[in-house]
């Protein structure tokens, strides 16, 4: 079966036969397999776009490694991880220490923080990886922007530089944009938004701790977060939402705040 192109796939492809760098192709090639006809006379195309895909990206990251030496990004810990980019001096470190348990070094001179600085920021019982990378921009540092959940830009007037410095790197994380001023309330409540994340409590006899989970997750997720054995042996959830308590199943979406204890089988 012929695939007919759209012209959307054409524009890409040529982006792509024209891109300088393999960070580029993989922009433009991604965008290709989005756009590219889903039919069955087009999955061997498909395929074969997916594995070129796999290849620009592990050559990345074998240039990565080789660059950055003996840093390969930072691990993920926490529920989420949020990278702050800003330009030099703007007051990322300040913030990084208002709103996490990080004493980063902060100085009136430029290029201060040398090294990603790491903290983490408490949210509602929730810990929230935070990672301030070094205003030189380098690919190694572009690269924890690059894989985080989010990219905090903090900007004191306009954000129209940074922001042009991380489209012109491909950064494509989500990003919220951080007013130095802001007060740590307002920065704190803005990232957690961002993140398009929940709280739900998981409910252990009297006890209750906080979990996050997607927007939209269902008791399954959740359950799934306490241990994976418990879906196998899964009963029924006993949910309360507000003053309403009531019996749900493992597909039952939940919601902000919603209060749930997981009933297993008898073995
Ligand atoms: N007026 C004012 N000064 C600030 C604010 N935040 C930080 N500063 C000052 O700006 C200077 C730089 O602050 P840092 O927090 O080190 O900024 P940075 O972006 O981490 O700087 P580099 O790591 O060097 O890129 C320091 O002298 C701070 O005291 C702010 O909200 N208002
Ligand atoms: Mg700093």
Redesign the pocket.
């Given at each position: 079966m012929p695939v007919n192109f759209t012209a959307e796939y054409l524009k890409a492809e040529q982006k792509f036969l024209n891109a300088k760098t393999t960070e580029e192709k993989i922009v433009y090639l991604e965008e290709m397999i989005r756009v590219c006809p889903k039919h069955k006379g087009a999955e061997n195309l498909l395929a074969q776009l997916h594995a070129k895909l796999a290849k620009l990206k592990r050559e990345v990251e074998r240039a990565s490694k080789k660059n950055g030496g003996k840093r390969e990004g930072i691990r993920k810990e926490g529920d989420a991880q949020v990278c702050l980019v800003?330009d030099?001096?703007?007051?990322?470190?300040?913030?990084l220490k208002k709103i996490t348990n990080a004493d980063p070094e902060?100085?009136?001179?430029?290029?201060?923080?040398v090294q990603p600085e790491i903290g983490m920021m408490d949210y509602n019982g929730v810990k929230i990886q935070i990672v301030?990378i070094?205003?030189t921009f380098r690919p190694e540092y572009m690269a924890i922007a690059r894989t985080a959940d989010l990219v905090a830009v903090?900007y004191n007037g306009s954000h129209k530089h940074i922001d042009s410095v991380l489209d012109s790197m491909y950064i494509r994380t989500k990003r919220v944009h951080i007013n130095?001023?802001d007060n740590v309330e307002r920065i704190k409540n803005k990232i957690w938004k961002s993140l398009n994340l929940i709280i739900v409590y998981t409910k252990n006899g009297k006890d209750t701790s906080p979990m996050a989970l997607k927007k939209g997750s269902i008791v399954r997720d959740f359950t799934l977060h306490i241990h994976k054995d418990f879906v196998k042996n899964f009963w029924y959830a006993r949910l309360w939402r507000g003053s309403k308590e009531k019996q749900v199943g493992l597909n039952y979406i939940l919601k902000d705040r919603d209060v749930v204890e997981v009933k297993t089988k008898m073995k």
């Open positions: 800003g030099v001096n703007v007051g990322k470190s300040s913030i902060i100085d009136e001179y430029p290029y201060t923080t301030e070094p205003s903090v130095v001023n």
